[in-house]
């Protein structure tokens, strides 16, 4: 099987501030993006996908399930997901560099 680019594997997050009832942000969520593809993430105000995004930079930690960048569990933010660039040190995968990829396929991930 072939290692997707990105990979998430039923990754669920509820928050629970204090004082209030929990707020599920993502329940169950799959993903599977090959390099190269294009994704656009769609859904209404409130559905995960800032959460989604935000758990894939390792920016939040998820209660339970699989995240994984070219096949590297994401832990956290840090240097793991950082390269080496002609000398000079890149920063963490974001979204507009995900973007500018030719792409010759197009998912839309709906919450």
Do not use: W
Not at 33 to 52: D, H, L, R
Not at 55 to 61: M, N, Q, R, T, Y
Request: proline share 8%; net charge positive; aromatic share 4%.
């Amino acid at each position: 099987m072939a290692v997707q680019y990105i990979e998430a594997k039923n990754v669920n997050l509820t928050f629970t501030p204090p004082n209030r009832m929990p707020v599920t942000a993502l329940q169950g969520f799959d993903v599977a993006v090959g390099e190269g593809e294009f994704v656009s993430i769609v859904g209404p105000s409130g559905c995960g996908k800032s959460t989604f995004l935000n758990v894939l930079l390792g920016l939040i930690k998820p209660n339970s399930g699989e995240m994984a960048i070219n096949g590297n569990p994401v832990s956290g933010p840090g240097r793991d997901r950082r390269r080496q660039q002609n000398g000079i040190r890149a920063g963490p995968i974001t979204l507009s560099r995900l973007l500018q990829q030719n792409a010759p396929v197009h998912k839309a991930v709906l919450c």
